[in-house]
């Protein structure tokens, strides 16, 4: 299901009670600075108070009951804000790092195109799904995670240095942010089919869980 913007006191105990897994997309908006102690956005900076209010407690207490998430883009600095990180406002202007935006030109095959590389942390969750220390991967964002969040290990960085991927190493169930756009043409990145297929497996444990029904995760593709 889509979920709406909420007010801010909505009961998120009992929508996540109800959830088998949440999946948070990407969008033009960025997660506004307050929420990590960052500098006051420009006042022309795209912001989106209402999704604000809504995913990052929402983001907590899925955590906290074990329901599976996995953050693509904007998710990954959702997951990463509401656990307790920070952000950097635009990756392109901190010494050392390249500009990781989006081109402006060209067709959306262009822009959603495989970027640059990404370097796995060895023998971690990336590393096997993919089986491989360095995969390419699509960049469209200006933000990126600047202090990880507390019980997050860094999954894979690019070559420049911009985490890329974290993972919540003490959660009861998968929880997962990737920087780049995993939805896109996934069935031709190893990489970010098998972050599918994991999630998926970790919502159908959640539905037994939940149900008491027999586990339906047999490893099956997603």
């Not at 997660?31 to 956005?41: A, D, L, Q, R, S």
């Not at 970027?115 to 590393?127: K, Q």
Request: hydrophobic fraction near 35%; glycine fraction near 10%; charge should be negative.
């Amino acid at each position: 299901m889509v979920i709406p913007a909420l007010a801010e006191d909505y009961n998120f105990v009992d929508l996540a009670s109800r959830l088998d897994g949440l999946m948070l997309t990407g969008g033009r908006a960025n997660v506004e600075p307050h929420h990590y102690n960052g500098p006051p956005f420009p006042e022309d900076e795209v912001r989106d108070p209402p999704r604000d209010n809504t995913v990052l407690p929402l983001v907590r207490e899925c955590v906290a009951q074990g329901v599976p998430v996995f953050g693509s883009c904007r998710g990954i600095q959702e997951i990463n804000v509401a656990m307790g990180g920070s952000l950097h406002y635009r990756v392109h202007e901190v010494d050392g790092f390249n500009d990781h935006r989006m081109p402006r030109e060209g067709d959306i095959e262009h822009k959603f195109g495989e970027r640059h590389l990404v370097v796995t942390l060895e023998d971690g969750l990336f590393h096997k799904l993919c089986g491989a220390r360095e995969i390419m991967v699509n960049s469209l964002h200006a933000q990126a995670v600047e202090t990880v969040a507390p019980g997050f290990e860094v999954e894979c960085v690019s070559l420049d240095g911009v985490t890329e991927g974290i993972r919540h190493t003490s959660s009861k169930a998968f929880c997962v942010g990737v920087q780049w756009h995993a939805e896109w043409r996934f069935e031709e990145n190893t990489l970010s089919l098998g972050l599918w297929r994991e999630f998926g497996d970790a919502c159908r444990e959640r539905v037994a869980a939940r149900t008491g029904m027999k586990s339906l995760s047999n490893k099956m593709d997603s």
